[in-house]
């Protein structure tokens, strides 16, 4: 507990030399989100407006729906934009499909604040972007989130849902300085091997696979002791911070993931067969790490009913507050974005035979560091959801926190 105090401490520290001192609104970049109906046009350039909307009522899609949605965000799209305008803000537009390019890079040199405009996808997609290691640039330009639609999207990663309402509230207080800045830890994933080469990855925001630009970094020796702990000779780091979690396993989901785990550089070698890694940090302790380890009151119940005196008065009483006992759980399993930490969780863990090996590997901890060695027949290591590369049999990698790799958002509370 000390040691994790000190490190917070630590990097508290340093998260206040990256904090912009002189913050001055005059250029906003709003990213927008794809609605669903503006991807099936996509899906289907060759489609007239009426034979798309006979194509999806065929198939059983409301289509009245889906336009509804569509021009429900595109309405709040435009307030938002003018919102801007009104505090004397230069705005430039780029939907999710454009920001996607190298083209990118140009436009966040030139914004003060990137401004998604959707879901916490967008946001996700815009903090990607955001990465310094992408922009081959230490310019960190800030992001603040406006959910276009809170009665359908949870929006964790955006404002509050009452600046849905009120955008121009919103969009005043970042005029006038009235926020406060947050530093969201995010993972750097640096790849080992014996050439320092990276394979190419793909862009999962569309629902078919999308090569992606090939950003690259330089590929560094390794150290000795790096080089002989890992059997590596190279690395080289990835383009991408993941903001939520890095997640690897199998491609087929139902097929068994072999992976070997080092946590904190130790000497010990963790082997595990499961249905994947999920690696997360404080922000996306709210997303799948949640659900990976999360518990129901019927879990509780059941567990409380395995006691000897499940009969007994008191354990009545926690029998009646089952849900309640479920809810403080998964509440804990959160953690501050700022936190410095990852929480590694291994999903479906095998506990039979000689699996796990050690017998007391924990199926999730808390860690600074964590080193992966696949031993999987057609794996992948996703960041975030969205960037995906191939991770087979004997690739390694290394997922840590540096502080100057920080998302710097804006926050309204």
Not at 383 to 411: H, M, Q, R
Request: one cysteine or more; aromatic letters at 8%; glycine letters at 4%.
């Amino acid at each position: 507990m000390l040691k994790t105090k000190q490190l917070l401490k630590q990097f508290a520290k340093e998260y206040s030399n990256f904090a912009p001192t002189n913050f001055n609104l005059k250029r906003a970049l709003v990213v927008t989100k794809l609605s669903r109906y503006e991807v099936e046009q996509l899906r289907h350039p060759e489609l007239s407006r009426e034979q798309l909307d006979q194509k999806l009522r065929d198939r059983g899609t409301d289509v009245e729906m889906l336009l509804y949605l569509h021009n429900l965000h595109k309405d709040f799209e435009r307030r938002v934009v003018q919102s801007f305008k009104d505090v004397g803000c230069e705005v430039k537009m780029s939907s999710r499909l454009e920001f996607r390019s190298s083209l990118s890079k140009d436009v966040m040199s030139w914004a003060d604040v990137i401004v998604p405009v959707g879901g916490d996808g967008t946001f996700l997609l815009s903090a990607n972007r955001a990465s310094p290691l992408f922009a081959l640039s230490q310019q960190k330009t800030p992001i603040v989130g406006f959910n276009s639609d809170p009665k359908h999207s949870e929006g964790r990663l955006m404002l509050p849902k009452h600046y849905s309402d009120n955008p121009a509230e919103a969009v005043e207080r970042i005029k006038n300085g009235d926020f406060k800045w947050v530093h969201r830890s995010r993972i750097r994933t640096t790849l080992l091997g014996s050439n320092g080469t990276i394979p190419e990855s793909t862009d999962l925001f569309r629902h078919t696979a999308v090569k992606m630009e090939q950003v690259t970094t330089s590929p560094e020796v390794l150290d000795d002791n790096m080089a002989s702990k890992y059997k590596a000779k190279m690395k080289r780091v990835l383009p991408y911070l993941a903001l939520n979690e890095v997640f690897i396993g199998e491609h087929l989901s139902a097929r068994v993931s072999h992976l070997q785990l080092v946590l904190n550089h130790q000497d010990l070698v963790n082997k595990t067969k499961c249905s994947g890694l999920c690696v997360s940090t404080g922000t996306g302790s709210t997303s799948w790490h949640t659900s990976i380890n999360r518990i129901t009151g019927c879990d509780v119940d059941e567990l409380l009913r395995t006691l000897p005196n499940a009969d007994t008065p008191d354990m009545q009483k926690l029998l009646e507050n089952v849900e309640e006992i479920a809810q403080v759980y998964n509440q804990r399993l959160l953690f501050a974005p700022d936190d410095p930490r990852l929480c590694y969780s291994i999903r479906e863990q095998i506990c039979v035979g000689v699996w796990p090996s050690p017998k007391t590997f924990k199926a999730r901890d808390f860690v600074q560091s964590v080193f992966v060695e696949s031993h999987c027949i057609d794996a992948n290591l996703v960041i975030d959801g969205s960037i995906c590369y191939p991770f087979n049999d004997g690739a390694k990698v290394l997922l840590e926190v540096y502080p100057e790799d920080a998302l710097l958002t804006i926050n309204l509370d």
